[in-house]
């Protein structure tokens, strides 16, 4: 059962409906005897960390318009709690909610970087660039005490598994020290996820991520260590945020960003209510453009799943966003691509306890 939209600080969706995969579902009404008033321990939902444990952890998929073939996911929720996130359904197959329950109920592998060693030395492993961060964010708040991340770079450095990293998230400079060491070996890019510059929308757009300067200043700390970083804009939202593309762009490439890319608002699934909450919530006076304009750029649907249309849309609106992306990209100097060069050629598996070394005749 959960209440209606309710604007909880430091989060971004406003109910917490129930997994479409649940039996039942309930709604609150108001039944005049103050039923539905909140206490004050309902005020600021708290967070609440679930032990993973992992068979495997190296994800692959077939997607022609994802950037990459393989994955590793940290933490399963997200509590940065951005309302767009297309991984917020995923936490519907753990019979949790895709709204708070995504931001409050976060599950994190403890033995990830064990996992992750073991299929580095499987013998039938061969190595490709994985991308850290493909669902949630490897750098969430929880990270600074859990430390899961940093675990599995040090296992990728000791390898010289070549990672790719996408992240909101300002503590990725806690890391500096490990990922510059990795990037002089072209083993390292990073994608910083830029939506707006705009510290109002950001707030209940994505509220518990890093501000729009602190990101740029990471840009620029990664950028001065020799670590390749790029500009992730995503998403791109009709009305609210892309009027901000071509500064996007522009501030992010100042900082440091040698390359850049976007992807348009995906709203699959439960999304779709969340973010129709969300506008009618924060922008009640423009929902409804907004969301023309989404289903103008997605054939007349609020989301168009086929693949090649998914990320950027289709149509006039979409044309025109295309060119202005490319245009900025152009103005600026950068790359207009998603995904930064690594080295696969490098790829070692250091001696472990126990293995049988080589003899020497000579």
């Known amino acids: ?3 209606g939209p309710v604007h909880h600080k430091s989060r971004g969706a406003l109910t917490n409906r129930a997994s479409r995969f649940s039996a039942s579902h309930a709604v609150d009404f108001d039944d005049g005897w103050a039923s539905l008033e909140q206490d004050e321990d309902d005020a600021r939902p708290a967070t609440r960390l679930h032990v993973d ?5 190296i994800s692959r998929n077939n997607s022609p318009d994802v950037p990459f073939n393989a994955s590793i996911n940290p933490y399963k929720g997200c509590s940065h709690g951005c309302i767009y996130c297309f991984a917020r359904p995923t936490h519907e197959y753990l019979d949790h909610s895709a709204g708070l329950d995504f931001e409050t109920e976060i599950y994190y592998k403890p033995d990830a970087a064990a996992r992750f060693e073991a299929e580095l030395r499987a013998p039938g492993y061969r190595c490709e660039p994985i991308t850290l961060g493909a669902n949630t964010d490897p750098y969430q708040p929880d990270e600074r005490q859990l430390g899961v991340t940093r675990e599995l770079l040090e296992v990728a450095d000791r390898y010289n598994q070549p990672l790719s990293i996408i992240t909101k998230g300002a503590l990725i400079n806690r890391d500096i020290d490990l990922l510059a ?9 990073v994608m910083m996820s830029m939506t707006s510059l705009d510290a109002g929308i950001k707030r209940t757009l994505e509220p518990r991520a890093a501000g729009p300067q602190q990101r740029l200043r990471t840009i620029t700390a990664l950028a001065e260590a020799g670590i390749p970083v790029g500009a992730l804009i995503a998403p791109v939202i009709p009305a609210i945020t892309d009027q901000e593309l071509e500064s996007l762009v522009e501030k992010s490439a100042a900082a440091g960003a040698a390359t850049a890319g976007y992807v348009l608002l995906r709203l699959p699934h439960s999304i779709n209510g969340l973010f129709r909450e969300w506008l009618d919530t924060h922008y009640p006076q423009r929902a409804d453009h907004v969301m023309s304009l989404i289903q103008q750029m ?4 609020d989301y ?3 693949w090649g249309a998914r990320m950027r849309g289709t149509g006039v ?3 025109l966003l295309r060119r202005r992306f490319e245009l900025a990209c152009k103005r600026a100097g950068i790359g207009a691509r998603r995904r930064l060069p690594l080295d696969s050629s490098r790829f070692r598996c250091p001696p472990a306890a126990g293995d049988q070394h080589t003899l020497d005749f000579g």
């Open 1 to 3: 059962m959960t209440h």
């Open 53 to 57: 444990p992992a068979r495997r952890i």
């Open 181 to 189: 060491a990795m990037a002089e070996r072209g083993l390292i890019s």
């Open 298 to 301: 997605h054939g007349g649907q």
């Open 304 to 306: 168009d799943s086929r």
């Open 317 to 319: 609106h979409a044309q």
